[in-house]
């Protein structure tokens, strides 16, 4: 071969293995982050001390989110984004979880910047739940949208001693109608007693909104703190535990050592049916020994994880660090001061991605990424 062709030989030799690196790479990226903060607009919502509404329960009016808004679901809808958040009152001792918390509804043209609704669209009232959220209240919601429409909505009841996931639904974010806890009918009330938090349920993006997602003809909900179990359901309401072995409660993801995750790790905003999977972004509480050192002690941030799209209870692929940890001032400082960037709320808008987490149990923020 002479000094010509080997050359052109060799170039075509690099190029084409160039090419099977990309694609290999193409292939393997799976997850959706790591995120970049606006350059303005952050916090998106705050506390507002001036709103008041009258309360059901106490039947006067009520600075319903005077003292801090936090932990946001979110959703796409007639092109806005669309934004439940967690809100607490001053009522209470000043303490995490002392507070009574409703949830307030703002809406965005772009993502970054909310108008939002004078009065709570959720909070305890006399109802069937009453017993289960007063006064305690509820908290961290989850929102999907189901196939005819309907707004599917996860969120712990808590009453000061107990809690669990409820389930709601509206059609229109501002109505809703509260179905009690996932698994009340589960195993023959075998859970009724159970504490439980935290629940995701399987999303695939379709026509631009994420919509609940069947796999195996079956929907799912990763669920829990400590560690992250599994459920499934025939109609987003009623839920059953996946169960191993011994009749517990399955585990799909457990702390690491020496990571973000190293105290445990808690489901965050509803998963998502990828082609390569199931990609589940998930808020880990670092451990005060043996965690990530470069976090801080009890700091929460957020990763990912990539199940199997046929499987949800295989685990194929963690993220070794965070793809959102707390850095900026409004994330270190509030009620927990040791910081979180707790996720809880992604949606798909202007094909990018938005990803809305609350910042220190104090405060709403967003961080962004370009969809692949």
Not at 211 to 228: D, L, N, Q, S
Request: with cysteine; aromatic share 10%; hydrophobic share 40%.
């Amino acid at each position: 071969m002479d000094k010509k062709r080997r050359e052109r030989w060799l170039s075509a030799a690099f190029l084409t293995c160039a090419l099977a690196v990309h694609a290999q790479n193409a292939e393997e990226r799976w997850e959706i982050g790591p995120f970049t903060r606006p350059a303005n607009g952050n916090p998106v919502i705050t506390p507002r001390p001036e709103s008041t509404f009258v309360d059901p329960m106490l039947k006067t009016a009520v600075k319903w989110e005077a003292l801090h808004t936090f932990n946001p679901a979110a959703v796409v809808r007639d092109g806005k984004v669309y934004v439940l958040y967690r809100a607490e009152d001053a009522s209470g001792s000043m303490s995490i979880g002392g507070h009574t918390s409703r949830l307030g509804l703002a809406e965005s043209a772009d993502g970054v910047h909310f108008t939002r609704r004078a009065d709570p669209v959720f909070y305890p009232a006399p109802d069937t739940q009453q017993a289960r959220e007063w006064p305690g209240g509820v908290e961290d919601p989850r929102i999907v949208e189901a196939e005819d429409g309907t707004y599917v909505l996860t969120y712990t009841q808590w009453n000061g001693k107990t809690y669990s996931v409820g389930i709601a639904t509206s059609k229109d974010l501002t109505h809703w109608t509260k179905h009690g806890p996932a698994f009340a009918k589960a195993a023959n009330g075998k859970y009724e007693d159970l504490k439980y938090k935290s629940a995701g349920i399987v999303t695939q993006l379709a026509g631009g909104r994420l919509i609940a997602a069947r796999v195996g003809g079956r929907y799912w909900m990763y669920w829990g703190e400590g560690a992250i179990h599994l459920a499934t359901s025939s109609d987003l309401i009623d839920w059953t535990p996946v169960e191993d072995a011994k009749g517990a409660p399955v585990e799909v993801l457990r702390p690491r050592a020496g990571h973000f995750d190293s105290s445990f790790p808690e489901v965050g905003p509803p998963p998502i049916l990828t082609k390569a999977g199931i990609v589940v972004v998930y808020n880990g509480k670092n451990a005060s020994v043996d965690g990530d050192a470069g976090i801080g002690a009890n700091a929460y941030a957020a990763g990912e994880a990539l199940f199997s799209g046929s499987d949800p209870a295989k685990l194929l692929a963690q993220t070794d660090e965070p793809v959102l940890k707390p850095m900026m001032p409004y994330e270190k400082t509030g009620q927990y001061a040791a910081g979180t960037t707790f996720a809880e709320g992604l949606v798909f808008f202007e094909k990018r991605w938005f990803l809305y987490y609350g910042c220190a149990d104090s405060l709403v923020a967003v961080v962004i990424v370009a969809a692949e």
